[in-house]
């Protein structure tokens, strides 16, 4: 087998870890040695009688910043330079993260993460140790824990080895480019609410063209960005077609 998907996550919290993802598939993929898991305590790179890790923002403001001296030590005990683990760091200023970045850390040997608290990180450190700021959405959370957590989570799943070959993810709502269709099981008739004729048919042209449907629609109401990003697609792959 090949050398596990190497996770090391510096926080100021590591008891956080592995946390959800100890249970269910993640859980089960860290006690199969699909992947490993470290959790860093910056503090333990505090040199001070009480282990500073934040001080004031130069220029004044509220709140604290992470102390770029604390920090980069903690990197680079964790993270030599020719370690071939990209570095993030979990910010909201980051580059927004979607499948297909997913699918790009997912192909890499690990990760070395970082999650900032209070006001953030001093940039130079950010710029000193090369890390690249990712961003979980357009939304402030109280530390990069849980979003360190939520990037793990996508990147584990996708493993080899994780998932089974059924449910290998592809038809998942992005992965297509359209959000998925929806789903629907036993019982047939539940307060008052059926299944739709078409999924107990087992005409398997019909099912695959109502969720083909489905997906259009819901994707069409509820994410303009995206049904916008498919349409262009589809037009230049016809266009394609049409110029064999
Ligand atoms: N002052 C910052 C927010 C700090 S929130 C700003 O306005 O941009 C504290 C920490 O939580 C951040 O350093 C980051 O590590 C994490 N964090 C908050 N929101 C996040 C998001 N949407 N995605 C990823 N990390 C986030």
């Known amino acids: 087998m090949s050398a596990p998907f190497h996770a090391s996550v510096l926080t100021l919290y590591p008891d956080m870890f592995p946390g959800p993802l100890g249970h269910a598939l993640a859980g089960r993929a860290l006690q199969k040695?699909?992947?490993?898991?470290d959790a860093v305590n910056i503090r333990d790179f505090a040199t001070d009688r009480h282990r500073t890790v934040d001080d004031t923002p130069a220029g004044g403001g509220p709140g604290m910043v992470l102390?770029?001296?604390v920090l980069a030590r903690a990197i680079d005990a964790t993270s030599p330079p020719d370690d071939a683990r990209p570095r993030l760091?979990?910010?909201p200023r980051g580059e927004p993260l979607t499948q297909a970045l997913v699918r790009e850390f997912a192909s890499q040997p690990g990760l070395v993460i970082v999650c900032g608290r209070f006001e953030g990180?001093?940039?130079r450190v950010i710029e000193g140790r090369c890390l690249r700021e990712v961003s979980i959405g357009d939304f402030i959370l109280s530390g990069g824990e849980p979003a360190a957590l939520c990037l793990l989570d996508a990147v584990v799943r996708l493993l080899p080895g994780v998932m089974g070959k059924q449910e290998s993810g592809e038809h998942e709502s992005f992965e297509t480019g359209l959000l998925e269709h929806p789903h629907y099981t036993r019982p047939r008739e539940?307060?008052?609410r059926s299944i739709p004729d078409v999924l107990l048919s087992g005409n398997h042209v019909e099912i695959e063209r109502w969720r083909q449907q489905q997906a259009e629609?819901?994707?069409r109401k509820r994410r303009p960005d995206l049904w916008e990003a498919w349409w262009q697609r589809q037009q230049a792959g016809q266009e394609d077609d049409a110029q064999g």
């Open 33 to 37: 040695g699909i992947w490993r898991l």
């Open 190 to 192: 539940w307060e008052g």
């Open 89 to 91: 760091l979990m910010s």
């Open 121 to 123: 990180v001093d940039e």
């Open 67 to 69: 102390k770029p001296d």
């Open 217 to 219: 629609r819901l994707t």
